[in-house]
């Protein structure tokens, strides 16, 4: 039989580790900051550990994105970065102008922040801004097979686009992602219109 007192406690600690759960879930997306891009590729390294599920070990262990580049697209306003409670990057969106369109060029999430709402999130913010700038359309390629790749993309209103109608930059762009490995067959070109 349990005392009251030692209810009490269990019941304080309870609610602690429902508190602690809550601020687990605490994000916030930003601007990125100087300080913020040589930590981008933990992220994007972290983020990719999700292909080991798909045999895709390549791609866990591959490269992450040239620091020139994340430079880039951040001066340009096209970068954003998710950050937990203690402001550390957990996930990033960067992306450019393509063919009139606005390119996603990466976007990863931490592994131990998947499924919390903030790649959609990332989404979200990065669409509100492009589409107040007056683009018209957001474009990726991505693996048209993995969950968390076309169908996950398709939940946020993303469609199958031929390359071969979204023109010349973006038949090059994947036949670069051939010669760097990434299987034509299963890759696909999806775009979201407003
Ligand atoms: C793709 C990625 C950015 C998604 O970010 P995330 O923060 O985990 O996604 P969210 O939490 O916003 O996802 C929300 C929805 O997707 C679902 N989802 C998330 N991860 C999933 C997975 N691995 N498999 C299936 N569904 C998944 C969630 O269940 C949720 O669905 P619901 O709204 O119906 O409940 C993340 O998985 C990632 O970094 N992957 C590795 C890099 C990558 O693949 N980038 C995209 C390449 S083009």
Request: a negative charge; one cysteine or more; charged letters at 25%.
């Amino acid at each position: 039989m349990l005392d009251s007192l030692t209810i009490l406690a269990m019941a304080a600690e309870a609610v602690q580790r429902s508190e602690s759960l809550e601020l687990e879930r605490e994000f916030t997306i930003r601007r990125p900051r100087t300080t913020d891009i040589p930590l981008l590729a933990q992220v994007e390294r972290s983020a990719a550990q999700i292909y080991r599920t798909a045999d895709l070990d390549s791609l866990a262990d591959g490269a992450t994105l040239d620091p020139y580049i994340l430079i880039t697209i951040a001066n340009a306003g096209y970068l954003w970065v998710a950050v937990n409670r203690f402001d550390q990057p957990i996930g990033f969106l960067g992306g450019n102008y393509l063919s009139g369109n606005f390119h996603i060029i990466e976007l990863s999430v931490a592994q131990d922040y998947q499924g919390r709402g903030i790649g959609s999130a990332l989404v979200a913010t990065m669409s509100q801004q492009v589409r107040q700038e007056g683009y018209r359309s957001i474009t990726l390629t991505t693996f048209k097979d993995l969950p968390w790749n076309a169908p996950w993309y398709a939940k946020l209103g993303f469609a199958e686009v031929k390359v071969q109608e979204m023109g010349k930059e973006f038949e090059k762009l994947v036949e670069s992602e051939a010669r760097h490995g990434l299987d034509p067959k299963r890759r696909c070109v999806m775009r979201m219109v407003f």
